[in-house]
T-cell receptor, first 114, second 116 residues
């Protein structure tokens, strides 16, 4: 079985400051890990994905995430927040295969203060 | 443009009136899936399909049906909707679930369903 825990339901940062959204996972096997973003009244958009290649993954809009197997973490970071980053972010783990294919975290709401 | 198209985007209906939410993808993906999103619960899988004529239950299948008669379409059917099915629904597709480790998922824009 697999599970995902997003450690913060809400994160608030000032524009121009760094962003850190935390995600821990549990998996019996080597997982694939994804971060998705959902802007208000929009669908889900893939930010980045880890699939057992480089442990530091770069995504769109300046986001990146580092896979740390020893800590079972896949935290999402961005050096400088922009107002347009305000959205809901989901950490997702995938083993492949049926109903366990995708397991979503409960989401982190990112608030950007002007 | 490669995409997953859901219709309708918004739907208000009454308890017990059968409805269908359509999902179509133009990427020749084998794997398709339906999720519902509820506040504080994240996304939960309703049903999924590994390929044509192959469907199976996800985490919360009660009250829903699906069919996969063609590769591109994966409709979600609510035979007798109830208020607890009020939610935001997403359809997603992927090239192949068994080989998905190098493929992401493409999501539709969502269908906001209200059952009164």
């Amino acid at each position: 079985a697999q599970s995902v825990t997003q450690l913060d339901s809400h994160v608030s940062v000032s524009e121009g400051t760094p962003v850190l959204l935390r995600c821990n996972y549990s998996s019996s096997y080597s997982p694939s890990l994804f971060w998705y973003v959902q802007h208000p009244n929009k669908g889900l958009q893939l930010l980045l994905k880890y699939t057992s290649a480089a442990t530091l993954v770069k995504g769109i809009n300046g986001f990146e995430a580092e896979f740390k197997k020893s800590e079972t973490s896949f935290h999402l970071t961005k050096p400088s927040a922009h107002m347009s980053d305000a959205a809901e972010y989901f950490c997702v783990v995938s083993l492949g295969g049926g109903a366990d294919g995708l397991t979503f975290g409960k989401g982190t709401h990112l608030i950007i203060q002007p | 443009e490669a995409q997953v198209t859901q219709n309708p985007r918004y739907l208000i209906t009454v308890t017990g009136k059968k409805l269908t939410v359509t999902c179509s993808q133009n990427m020749n993906h084998e794997y398709m899936s339906w999720y519902r999103q509820d506040p504080g619960l994240g996304l939960r899988q309703i049903y999924y399909s590994m390929n044509v004529e192959v469907t199976d239950k996800g985490d919360v299948p009660e009250g829903y049906k699906v069919s996969r008669k063609e590769k591109r379409n994966f409709p979600l059917i609510l035979e007798s909707p109830s208020p607890n099915q009020t939610s935001l629904y997403f359809c997603a597709s992927s090239f192949s679930q068994t080989l998905n480790l190098n493929y992401g998922y493409t999501f539709g824009s969502g269908t906001r369903l209200t059952v009164v």
